[in-house]
């Protein structure tokens, strides 16, 4: 459960003046739910996912992630958050050229202090480049992927270590109609099957028409809540969150 | 994070980069080779200097003494001569590993021969010291003898040559003309030839360099290995003098042999073990001659106490032979700091180029570090991975500095071999690469470039992750 509560951020700009991006953010996403952001660019939808994903630690209000207060976290406690809980994915999907996919999708072994074998993590990875359907390309560096092959890299490695919240920040903006169909139904299967929570920043329709929940940010503050009345009506009758897909959500503005 | 993970990414990070790493590091490289040459050359030198010219490990006591200048002539004030109870005072001192008096043969003397090694003999005014033969016996060549051997008139054997003799400190002689006592032998008794000892005798290393470096030019001499020069013969007459007004009316006449070289010998004469010394000067002067030293050589457990000691010895009342050692020392040092200073302006230099590139390279990696941060790591895990791609370019420049400093010696020591005339004391290598000598430029190394990279490293760790993945 991820609890937003009077979320404020303000970014200063080279002229020593003070630009507000979030004003007054409150939101409530459930467990398993597959939310989409939607707003123009400069609304504030991606500061506020980058909050939430424990990226940026300087702001006013509440983030709560499952009970606990991400703002009071040491960076020890940060980054294990990150490591263990949250996997990324980036429009231009940031991986490593000078390391083969495998390695790409294993470095978030490098940094997770509950150890484990090479071994296993080798096996891991690899089991997620075929889960994503690039087994393959394991040993070639990500230079020689095309855009969705390369997504499906990043994508396996957020999933490395088995985090609850994958945080996507326009998945698909750099893919063709056809990569961004495939990324989707990956998206689609691992919030289904796999229950993991889902939080897209979006441009496109189809992937804001998919969610099962979509949020409009306009001016740093939640302008519509798609799944607002229905979570409403969870808290009522103690049901943990999820919509049907596509139900409830409005039309996502067309991509810039 | 993990050492193996750490290790992946810093080879991967310097492979990636290595252009400007090795750019980078070619100050490093020169900085660590300029230490570590000027280091070994000033260590190289200091052991030639101290441990062969000036030992340092050990003091000359002598008696403290005040000259008056009359005129052409200096007057001593004062009792110039020590004995066995100021001997055992200075061996109970802290820091003092053992005592051997020295005493000066107080009679004229002059050595006769050389034949076998220059061709006809040469004649010399001898001058003579004898000392304890504790003090020299690890210089005694194998085969030879350092002691007093007492050669009683009725206990040595009958013989024909040297091959009714025993060994290399035997020889086949008439009897010594003098017992002693003083009293001389009967004509019929100085007939009889005896299997009599060598009289041995120890030579500084000052002499064959001295040599080889000077006298055997001006007299268009072979040049002398002292390995050769061991074993060499001579007459000993004690009494005798090329200054008449010196002569003794009672010459003795021995044959001497050279046992061996050492450092602890008299630089110009000869040394004989105190017994011999002891034995003529009272021949020469009174029974208590026997026990009369000029200088006691103290001993002292590290160099590091020598200070300590000779304060000591001075609070006694005695003084200290200045050997020069200090001075020396003084002068190495100064040279050792100098070029230690101007290797660390290098090095130091190199650290800003360091800290440079490491900036530039951050610059340019800040998305990757960036997806780190994203994917778990702590900003120590940033400053750790920039530290330690930092030490290793600092390992391997200090180890191409290190080859290149053995490179430059090695040529220092051929140009000096093929084209350097010889000189006294002049040594096979000019270098000591000792190995704290060799830690310490890895050390250095390491250190400048962690140094150069530490706030490439800081401003890494503080890198805001969402700023630098997504702008925001």
Known sequence: MIRVRGLHKSYRSGDGSSQRVLRGVDLDIARGEFLSVVGRSGSGKT?????????????????????????????????????????????????FDYMSCLENVMLPSLFDRKGGAAADARARALDLLDQVGIAEKASQPPMNLSGGQKQRVAIARALFNRPSMMICD??????????????????????????????IVTHDPLIADAATRCVRIEDGQVREDSGASVRASDEDGGADGGVDAGEGAFEAEERA | MRAGGLRTLIVGDLRRNAQHFILASIGIVVGIAAFTFFLALGSGVRNVVLGEIFP??????????????????????????LDDQVAKSLGALPH???????????????????ESLLGNDMRTELIADGIDPALVQDDVASGYA??????????LKACESDEGCDGKMEYCGLRPRWRADGSE???AERQQRVCRHYVPVMASNHLVEIYNGTIRRAHNLPKLNPE????????????????????????????????????????????????????????????????????????????????????????????????????????????????????????????????????????????????????GATRANIRALILGEAALVGLVAGCFGVV?????????????????????????????????????????????????????????????????????
């Open chain 1, 47 to 95: 500061t506020l996912l980058n909050i939430i994903g424990g990226l940026d630690s300087d702001y006013e209000g509440a983030v709560e992630v499952e009970g606990k207060r991400l703002h009071e976290m040491t960076d020890l406690e940060a980054s294990a958050y990150r490591n263990n809980h949250v996997g990324f994915v980036f429009q231009s999907f940031h991986l």
């Open chain 1, 170 to 199: 326009e998945p698909t903006g750099n893919l063709d109609r056809r990569s961004g169909d495939a990324i989707l139904e990956l998206f689609r299967a691992l919030n289904q099957e796999d229950r993991i929570t889902l939080l």
């Open chain 2, 56 to 81: 340092l490990d050990k003091l000359e006591v002598v008696p403290r003494t005040t000259d008056i200048d009359l005129g052409p002539l200096r007057v001593g004030m004062g009792k110039d001569t």
């Open chain 2, 96 to 114: 003092v590993s053992g005592v051997f008096p020295k005493m000066k043969l107080t009679a004229p003397s002059t050595a006769v021969g050389g």
């Open chain 2, 146 to 155: 350092f002691k007093h051997f007492d050669d009683g008139v009725a206990e």
């Open chain 2, 185 to 187: 032998l009967t004509p």
């Open chain 2, 228 to 375: 050769f020069v061991v074993g060499l013969r001579f007459d000993l007459r004690v009494g005798e003098s090329m200054v008449d007004a010196s002569k003794k009316d009672k010459i003795i006449v021995e044959r001497g042999r050279l046992v061996g070289f050492s450092a602890r010998a008299i630089p110009l004469g000869l040394t004989l073990p105190l017994g011999y010394v002891g034995q003529y000067n009272v021949f020469y002067g009174s029974p208590e001659a026997a026990s009369t030293y000029h200088s006691i050589i103290v001993d002292i457990d590290s160099k590091d106490n020598v200070a300590a000691v000779a304060k000591s010895v001075e609070d006694m009342g005695f003084d200290v032979a200045d050997s020069g050692a200090e001075q020396a020392a003084l002068l190495i040092t100064i040279f050792m700091m100098v070029f230690g200073f101007v290797s660390v302006v290098i090095v130091g230099i190199a650290a800003v180029n360091i800290m440079h590139v490491f900036f530039m390279l951050i610059y340019q990696r800040q998305r990757e570090i960036g997806i780190m941060r994203a994917v």
């Open chain 2, 404 to 472: 290149l400093a053995f490179i430059a010696g090695a040529l220092f020591d051929t140009v000096s071999a093929r084209y350097i005339p010889d000189f006294p004391y002049k040594p096979e290598t000019y270098f000591s690469f000792d190995p704290p000598l060799l830690l310490g430029a890895f050390a250095f190394a390491i250190g400048f470039c962690v140094l150069g990279a530490a706030l490439p490293a800081r401003r890494a760790a503080r890198m805001d992750p969402a700023l630098v993945l997504t702008g925001h």
